[in-house]
């Protein structure tokens, strides 16, 4: 999928041609520049062929070197992002909050619901799925999803206490289903929790892990 790669310095810009995928992946450090770049002369106006000449790259990247000065370009700038792109990638999100939802949310009558019924209140819902793990932006997406078809998801409260050592290694990990934390006097910490009952097991593996077993666990029944 071909689009452009593109920044301005000195008032001027500096464009590309790219193949998408590969300019994402060099854009994190990864990929292959030689495969990314698809022009063979660095542009002011890609659309009008006005080059960018050798004094204005000298000047700007401290390189006229045509592979590092595409790199600088993909790096620092902007890898403009297509239609096509974004909706794929939409869809792809959609996809995993439909398996998690299938897998973890019933309806009125404790009844799981098909994904092909998902996707649609996904969509009339108009649901944004942020770039985030699923599960903690859940309470918003069913909150949104409520208002087109009854859906819940059984939860387990737990209470958490996790020794003052580890309480930097965990934060983020319980911070995403907290409801209530009191720091001890000792530097512990307790949380009171919310846990998607499809994942518990999930979320005490990875609390163990990052405990190493020293976080003491307890089911809260309602």
């Given at each position: 999928?071909?689009?452009?790669?593109?920044?301005?310095?000195?008032?001027k810009?500096?464009?590309?041609?790219?193949?998408?995928?590969?300019?994402?992946?060099?854009?994190?450090?990864?990929?292959?520049?030689?495969?990314?770049v698809?022009?063979?002369a660095?542009?002011?106006?890609?659309?009008s062929?006005e080059?960018?000449?050798?004094?204005?790259?000298?000047?700007?990247?401290?390189?006229?070197?045509?592979?590092?000065?595409c790199?600088?370009i993909?790096?620092?700038?902007e890898?403009?992002?297509?239609?096509?792109?974004?909706?794929?990638?939409?869809?792809?999100?959609?996809?995993?909050?439909?398996?998690?939802?299938?897998s973890?949310?019933?309806?009125?009558?404790?009844?799981?619901?098909?994904?092909?019924?998902?996707?649609?209140?996904?969509?009339?819902?108009?649901?944004?799925?942020?770039?985030?793990?699923i599960?903690?932006?859940?309470?918003?997406?069913?909150?949104?999803?409520?208002?087109?078809?009854?859906?819940?998801?059984?939860?387990?409260?737990?209470?958490?206490?996790?020794?003052?050592?580890?309480?930097?290694?965990?934060?983020g990990l319980?911070?995403?289903?907290k409801?209530?934390e009191e720091?001890?006097?000792?530097?512990?910490?307790e949380?009171?929790?919310?846990v998607?009952?499809?994942?518990?097991?999930?979320?005490?593996?990875?609390?163990?892990?990052?405990?190493?077993?020293?976080?003491?666990?307890?089911?809260?029944?309602?």
């Open positions: 999928m071909e689009t452009t790669a593109r920044i301005t310095k000195g008032g810009h500096y464009e590309i041609l790219v193949d998408l995928d590969e300019a994402l992946k060099v854009k994190k450090g990864e990929g292959n520049i030689n495969s990314a698809l022009t063979e660095v542009f002011h106006n890609i659309k062929g080059r960018a000449g050798e004094s204005d790259l000298n000047k700007e990247f401290g390189t006229v070197n045509f592979p590092e000065v790199l600088k993909i790096q620092q700038g890898v403009v992002l297509t239609s096509d792109f974004m909706k794929e990638e939409q869809e792809k999100k959609y996809k995993q909050v439909v398996d998690f939802l299938v973890n949310a019933v309806d009125q009558n404790s009844r799981p619901y098909t994904p092909d019924r998902i996707m649609s209140a996904l969509k009339e819902a108009n649901v944004n799925v942020k770039n985030k793990p599960e903690s932006q859940v309470s918003e997406i069913l909150e949104a999803l409520n208002k087109i078809i009854p859906i819940k998801m059984e939860m387990k409260k737990v209470k958490i206490i996790v020794p003052a050592q580890h309480t930097g290694q965990v934060y319980v911070n995403e289903y409801e209530k720091w001890k006097e000792n530097g512990d910490l949380v009171i929790l919310n998607p009952a499809g994942i518990i097991f999930e979320f005490y593996d990875k609390l163990n892990s990052s405990t190493h077993g020293s976080a003491i666990t307890e089911e809260i029944k309602e």
